[in-house]
Every structure is written in structure tokens, then in C-alpha cells.
């Protein structure tokens, strides 16, 4: 059972990063797409800048305040993503995410494994605050659109999937390379080692979008719950989880990205995942 569902969200994975970097052949020029498909925001991080990609990012949508249509663009992505936590919560970023599914082909890599420092979970949370939401509206341009702080100056997932495939198409590009580059290239690079280290580095440590549908983990429809009358206390579940976390103890975690691994692994079956109306019960004494 363990092997067939954790299959079962990998097709779901490739399927999604799939359809959300659908032209691939953009790649050989450099060429973005544009069509009516760009007008809507990816549930995942996924560079819109990416040749291939058929979705703009929600995060780099939020960063556009000022003018009217920005503005209401603005409005519309933090309206998704608040719909879609509300919803899934950060199921999201277990199942369909695409940098997300890219995060664990990098943790294959052998390589000594370790798990991250709890407070360092929650800088994503400062990102957030500072990159997303209050630079972008205290600085704005002549034509009113916000400074895209985040994807400017801190997105790694922008710099492997849009900057470096747009300077090797784009050789007129690389004049223009300068130290801003420079440390979005050292920023991709930590990032990367942190994903082979740690399973989901970027996740845990610095996605303000998986900041947001953490937040609405307690209130969403779709979530863990735990029969701790049938719990048997084994510790199983905390040590399978790629998230760190015992989900005993913290079924409603921020850091919970429902991967199901929890429930696969309960020996006693007390764990179950989805849009479960069960409702958690005490441990029976």
C-alpha cells in the first residue's frame, strides 16, 4: 500500500509539471509563452519567466500592486492561493507543486542526509512578509507596479528556471550579468546542496507560498486525521516524514505537506488523509 500510494502522487507530480511546462520547445530559442494560459497563476512555484512554462507564478503576481490592472492582478493570485489553501492546504505543495517535485529528484542524489534546524523553518515566514507583501507595496515604479522584491532578488526557483535557460539563449544577456546575479546564483546553489541534504530544503526554509497554505493547514478541508484511541505511539510517522514533524502531535503542522507517507507507514492504521469528516479522537487510556 505504501509503494502504490506514494506511485500514486508521483504520476500526479509528473502530470502536473508536466502540464505546467508544456512548451518545451521554447527552450531552443529562448522564447517565453504568452498566450491566454499566462493570465492564470500556477497553484505551485514555477518560474513565469521559464520558457517553457504555461502558468505565471502566484507569488510574482502578488508582487504587482500599484496600478489598476496590476493591481487587481495582485488582488486575484492572493485570492487563489487563499482559496486553494483553504481548500487543499499545503497539500498543495505535496502533490502539485513543480519546484516542489524537483526538490525530491534532487534529495535521490546520494548524499549524507540530515534535517533542518527548526528555527530556520520559519525565515520563509520573513520572506514573506518583507520580499512579498511589504516591499512590493512601498516601492513602486513610474507606472505605479510594484518592485518584484522576492523574484528579483531572492528566488532561486526563478534563477534555475528562467534566468540561467534565458542567458544561454541569449548571449546579449550576459553583459548585463552583474553582481545582483551573481548572489541569485550563490542563493540557486545553497539551495540546491540544501535539496540534496535535506529533503525539501526550499520548502521548509524559504517558500513564501508554501508559507501562506502552511498557515491554512488548520482550517482546510483536506487534512490529516489521527484515531489516537487505535495510536500506538510507535514513532513510525515521525520518522518517515520528509517534512520532519510528528504528525501525533501535530497533525494540523504549517509544516504538513500531506504527502500521506504518515498514514502508509502507521502500522495500526491510525492515520488517515483527505477530505476525511472523522473527527480526531483522545488517546484512550
Known sequence: MKINQDIRRKLLQIAAFGFSNSYIGNFRGGRLYNGNWKNFCNPGINCYSCPAARFACPIGAMQAVGSSAKFSLGFYALGFVLALGVIFGRAICGFICPFGFIQELLHKIPSPKKRIYK??????????????????????????????????????????EGGIPMLLTHPELRTQMGGLFGLKVAILTVTLLGCIICC????????????????????SFYRVRIDRGECVSCGKCGDICPMDIDPVSKPDSAECIRCGKCAAACPAKAISVGFCNKRNRSIQK
Open 119 to 160: 528555527p530556520l523553518t520559519y525565515i520563509k515566514y520573513v520572506l514573506l512578509i518583507l520580499f512579498v507583501l511589504l516591499i512590493p507595496a512601498a516601492i513602486t515604479d513610474r507606472f505605479g507596479i510594484g518592485v518584484q522584491a522576492f523574484c528579483e532578488y531572492i528566488c532561486p526557483a526563478g534563477t534555475l
Open 200 to 219: 525539501r530544503f526550499f520548502c521548509k526554509v524559504m517558500c513564501p507560498l508554501g508559507a501562506i497554505y502552511g498557515l491554512l493547514n488548520k482550517v
